[in-house]
């Protein structure tokens, strides 16, 4: 536990001390938030609910892969060789799930508030919406953790992140983009279990094998 | 496995499932019709798919507890069938579908699901091919492969039981068994998987023994310095 404690602590302080990664995210989301609302300006009227969830879920999808692609990468050969000298895989592989699912609640809760902003807000239950970011940003980041951490084995890792990573993580976004839906007629919990109870076991499944399966990609 | 009597067994079979399967009796449904002996075709071979990437799975699994490369040619090998198997069942299905729903496409979750699991496999074999070294390649590829059998059988399986689809199964439909699966089409249905599955092993084997004898000549001719 105190191990996984250092670690997260670890990318934190790695994180500030080169605040552009986190910078260059958040600019990221903006600027892609702001070119979709020009891209509508012509038409404001045809942006219906359906499409403004459908958008406002891919953003928050390719933000995932940029920002998640690059934390295996960023770390030089020698680092990851003194990282594994001192603590067991099972700790990284859980604190960078941890630290990234931190960053993607953070990127992609000021990317719903930007997003209301210049969108508007066709949300009626601000609630479950609140949930379905908390579990897709959870899913996203513990699926394209263990992803990065095989994309950056590879040479041409930023076209393989992409490639493995979309298929896979589908089912996902399918599950949160319902639920969005949802939370956007503002119907009532109990017709959504069915999609939190399936996102949190898609969840579990994804933690629990990644939690398995690092070791072994930690050694080569 | 290099015996030969499972190879005739799977010709025979496969012999049988054919002309069974378009001569043999076949139960009288609406709108179905004489299409239900797709069943031996379509839903055959998506079960035998199942199967051979459930066996690729499992050596995948016992490389990485092992270490021995020949497994990883094995996972990879198999893996290769089933995505063969899987196209045919697409192109099958889409047969299927043309006659009865009208529409060679249509917009259903299993369908989406089939060739999202398609892609995830094909992304595999990206994988495969983007690693010069064949240890490292072996280690990595065999944990893709397992993450991917573990979100492949929910994209097929589960997911499309949630929402409305146009397969039996799905939405509230009931499942084959439960209505139409008549003791004719059994006595096809169930050799036709295990003839397939047996078609499947015979591809996947041709290829591994050439892999492994493509290695053996490598190796004797580095040893006698040539390379």
């Known amino acids: 536990m105190n191990e996984i404690k250092t670690l997260i602590w670890k990318e934190v302080t790695l994180e500030w001390r080169q605040k552009y990664a986190l910078s260059g995210m958040l600019l990221y989301v903006v600027s892609t938030v702001f070119v979709c609302y020009l891209s509508f300006n012509l038409r404001r009227n045809q942006l219906t609910p359906i499409v403004w969830n459908t958008l406002f879920w891919i953003i928050l999808l390719f933000t995932a892969v940029n920002a998640i692609a690059k934390s295996f990468s960023q770390e030089r050969h020698g680092r990851l060789l003194y990282y594994y000298s001192l603590c067991s895989p099972q700790a990284i592989i859980i604190s960078k799930i941890i630290y990234n699912s931190f960053?993607?609640?953070?990127?992609?809760?000021?990317?719903?508030?930007?997003?209301?902003?210049?969108?508007?807000?066709?949300?009626?239950?601000?609630?479950?919406?609140?949930?379905?970011?908390?579990?897709?940003?959870?899913?996203?980041?513990?699926?394209?953790?263990?992803?990065?951490?095989?994309?950056?084995?590879?040479?041409?890792?930023?076209?393989?992140?992409?490639?493995?990573?979309?298929?896979?993580?589908?089912?996902?976004?399918?599950?949160?983009?319902?639920?969005?839906?949802?939370?956007?007629?503002?119907?009532?919990?109990?017709?959504?279990?069915?999609?939190?109870?399936?996102l949190l076991s898609i969840d579990l499944i994804v933690i629990t094998l990644s939690y398995l399966l690092f070791p072994y990609l930690w050694r080569s | 496995m290099r015996k030969i009597w499972w190879k005739i067994l799977c010709i025979v079979i496969i012999f049988y499932?054919?002309?069974?399967?378009?001569?043999?009796?076949?139960?009288?449904?609406?709108?179905?019709?004489?299409?239900?002996?797709?069943?031996?075709?379509?839903?055959?071979?998506?079960?035998?798919?199942?199967?051979?990437?459930?066996?690729?799975?499992?050596?995948?699994?016992?490389?990485?507890?092992?270490?021995?490369?020949?497994?990883?040619?094995?996972?990879?090998?198999?893996?290769?069938?089933?995505?063969?198997?899987?196209?045919?069942?697409?192109?099958?299905?889409?047969?299927?579908?043309?006659?009865?729903?009208?529409?060679?496409?249509?917009?259903?979750?299993?369908?989406?699901?089939?060739?999202?699991?398609?892609?995830?496999?094909?992304?595999?074999?990206?994988?495969?091919?983007?690693?010069?070294?064949?240890?490292?390649?072996?280690?990595?590829?065999?944990?893709?492969?397992?993450?991917?059998?573990?979100?492949?059988?929910?994209?097929?399986?589960?997911?499309?039981r949630l929402t409305d689809s146009l397969h039996p199964g799905s939405g509230g439909n009931s499942t084959f068994g439960s209505y139409d699966f008549d003791n004719d089409i059994r006595k096809v249905f169930y050799p036709a998987i295990i003839g397939y599955i047996l078609l499947g092993l015979w591809l996947a084997e041709l290829r591994i023994r050439i892999k492994q004898i493509n290695r053996v000549r490598e190796e004797a001719l580095i040893d006698a310095g040539k390379l």
């Open chain 1, 103 to 198: 960053i993607m609640l953070l990127l992609s809760g000021l990317g719903f508030i930007f997003y209301a902003f210049v969108m508007g807000n066709p949300v009626q239950d601000n609630g479950l919406f609140m949930i379905c970011i908390l579990l897709s940003s959870t899913g996203f980041a513990s699926v394209l953790t263990l992803i990065a951490g095989i994309a950056s084995k590879a040479d041409n890792s930023a076209t393989l992140m992409a490639v493995l990573s979309f298929p896979i993580i589908l089912p996902m976004l399918l599950m949160t983009i319902r639920l969005a839906k949802n939370a956007l007629d503002g119907l009532d919990w109990s017709v959504s279990t069915d999609e939190i109870t399936t």
């Open chain 2, 17 to 160: 499932v054919i002309i069974m399967g378009f001569m043999g009796p076949v139960p009288r449904l609406a709108i179905i019709n004489e299409s239900i002996r797709n069943t031996y075709f379509h839903v055959a071979l998506w079960l035998a798919m199942t199967t051979l990437l459930f066996t690729s799975m499992v050596f995948s699994i016992r490389y990485l507890n092992k270490g021995r490369i020949d497994d990883d040619d094995i996972a990879s090998e198999i893996a290769k069938s089933a995505i063969f198997f899987g196209i045919l069942g697409c192109l099958t299905g889409s047969v299927w579908a043309n006659y009865t729903w009208g529409d060679p496409w249509p917009n259903d979750p299993k369908l989406n699901g089939a060739a999202v699991g398609i892609l995830i496999y094909l992304a595999y074999l990206l994988l495969r091919s983007s690693f010069e070294d064949e240890q490292r390649r072996a280690r990595i590829s065999s944990v893709y492969n397992i993450f991917a059998f573990a979100v492949f059988i929910p994209i097929i399986y589960i997911l499309p």
